[in-house]
């Protein structure tokens, strides 16, 4: 006699039946079974349409702080269909997916932010790695409200003791980075009520300082330089910053990568004045490419590139840069050497060169020496003395200039600061301006906008050192054939002494630069 198969059932279902149920266990069964293939299949699809549309923070486009991609939005919480989430909160528990939570974790990211202990970005992203449940849209809203309340403090302090409830909450609720009625689900009555009443207040009728939302000390250097283009320059800084790339042009053509992003669905532009630059529509993960990963370009603003192209250097020289940091203009500059020469990176930082070790691999430069040294006054400095060709200093400075990016630096920074950081440069400068031999270049550049940190400087050196002869910036990029040079510069008898990059006039970030050629 045959052997009977076993029906296999779901765990819950008893294994031993009146024969007279089976076959109703059994189509209870093949249900029971559609049912998880019909889940399994609509999942994917459960995205609430409305909160598709988030861009993601600038903060997300490079290699090392892109969030993880799959996954859709939950409320608070990420559900990944390859694996469980590693958050403490899972997807059966409904409540979880509530707006509420959401807001809730915006408050708490909001006031660790606050304490301003540390950098936003460095806090928003050890936020992200402490609670890894969040997908790239909880991520980007999260970020994005920080940055919001980062951008606009002084208004929503302003607003905030009308509320009720914690402060980091009011805070978060005024800056929420979203849909009205997604945030306005999580709210209260009085909360709704009192939101509305913030929103209804129109710009004209607040204060100066809350329309600005700058600290006093600097609002009038930056009246001082721009006078009516004042409020233009704070619409900018809240309007967050666009994305351009730099095309490695050692290894591949301004076009092709162009034509390849286009195939991906990435518009690129040429940007309008560097050209190496393209200028991203929108905000998309550009580090899973292929074009990226075989080092066909790198993430860096419009104005670095051109502080980079200022120091023209050539194939077979002598270069350094004095402080390369994260390195994109020592890779801006490698390039233009077509990997030939020497090209010191030199770094008080031994962690940021290591980190910079990835993205020159990716270059395929073989010229770059990147070097930790101790100081300025280091011997490996001293070695080089009245050896190098080109030298770019671009300086440790407030980095007033990337508001936009960084809007917290206005908070953390002080016009202490300022005058302390006028010393350090003054130091660097005159330090760097030894190694350059007779008939080299000296470029000295900040991301800053204040004088204190570039003009002055700058003007003090010239004095303090005849042996260097200013050069017009102007006159130099113009010479490299780059577009509308001379509105991209000021100072000097011409307007065309120093370059002068603004976020309102050029969509670059704040940068300056002086250049000097040694007698």
């Known amino acids: 006699m045959a052997k009977k198969k076993k029906l296999l059932l779901p765990p819950h279902q008893p294994q031993s039946l009146h024969p007279h149920l089976l076959p109703l266990k059994r189509l209870q069964l093949h249900l029971w079974l559609l049912h998880l293939k019909l889940l399994h299949l609509l999942l994917p699809l459960l995205k609430p349409p409305h909160l598709l549309l988030l861009p993601l923070n600038n903060q997300f486009l490079t290699d090392s ?265 020592t890779l801006a500059i490698g390039a233009a050497m077509r990997s030939t020469g020497r090209l010191y990176a030199f770094d008080t930082s031994a962690g940021r060169l290591d980190a910079f070790k990835s993205r020159l691999a990716r270059s395929g430069l073989s010229n770059v020496h990147p070097a930790a040294i101790a100081h300025e006054r280091d011997e490996r400095v001293k070695r080089l003395s009245g050896k190098i060709d080109r030298v770019l200093v671009d300086a440790p400075c407030t980095g007033l200039g990337t508001l936009r990016r960084n809007p917290d630096l206005k908070w953390r920074q002080t016009q202490a600061a300022v005058e302390e950081m006028a010393v350090k440069q003054t130091a660097i400068l005159q330090s760097a301006a030894r190694l350059v031999k007779s008939g080299g270049r000296l470029v000295y550049a900040t991301c800053s906008i204040l004088p204190q940190e570039n003009e002055a400087i700058a003007q003090a050196f010239s004095a303090a050192n005849p042996e260097f002869s200013p050069l017009d910036a102007g006159e130099v990029l113009s010479g490299l054939k780059v577009a509308q040079a001379h509105t991209l510069c000021s100072g000097g008898d011409n307007g065309q002494r120093f370059l002068r990059l603004w976020p309102h006039r050029h969509q670059t970030d704040g940068f300056f630069a002086a250049v000097w050629q040694k007698k």
């Open 65 to 329: 702080k892109k969030p993880p991609s799959g996954g859709f939005f939950s409320g608070a919480f990420h559900f990944k269909r390859s694996a469980p989430p590693v958050h403490e909160h899972t997807w059966e528990n409904p409540k979880n997916m509530h707006p509420k939570a959401l807001l809730d974790a915006c408050a708490e990211l909001v006031r660790l932010t606050l304490k301003f202990d540390h950098p936003a970005d460095a806090i928003v992203s050890h936020f992200f790695r402490d609670h890894r449940g969040f997908g790239p849209r909880e991520r980007a809203t999260m970020a994005e409200t920080v940055y919001t309340v980062l951008r606009k403090k002084l208004l929503f302090d302003h607003f905030a003791p009308s509320g009720s409830g914690p402060k980091e909450r009011r805070l978060a609720i005024l800056g929420f980075y979203g849909p009205g009625d997604f945030l306005r689900s999580a709210l209260t009555d009085q909360e709704i009520k009192w939101l509305d009443q913030c929103q209804s207040i129109k710009s004209e009728d607040l204060m100066d300082r809350h329309r600005h939302n700058l600290p006093e000390w600097l609002v009038d250097p930056l009246k001082a330089q721009l006078g009516a283009e004042f409020w233009p320059l704070v619409e900018s800084f809240n309007q967050g910053a666009g994305l351009d790339l730099r095309v490695n042009t050692f290894k591949a053509k301004l076009s092709d990568v162009q034509n390849e992003l286009a195939r991906l669905g990435i518009k690129a532009a040429p940007t309008p004045f560097s050209p190496w630059g393209l200028r991203i529509a929108g905000k998309p993960a550009l580090n899973k490419h292929e074009s990226f990963k075989r080092g066909d370009f790198e993430v860096q603003d419009e104005g670095s590139q051109l502080l980079a192209m200022l120091l023209d250097a050539k194939r077979g020289e002598m270069v350094v840069d004095f402080c390369a940091g994260a390195g994109g203009k």
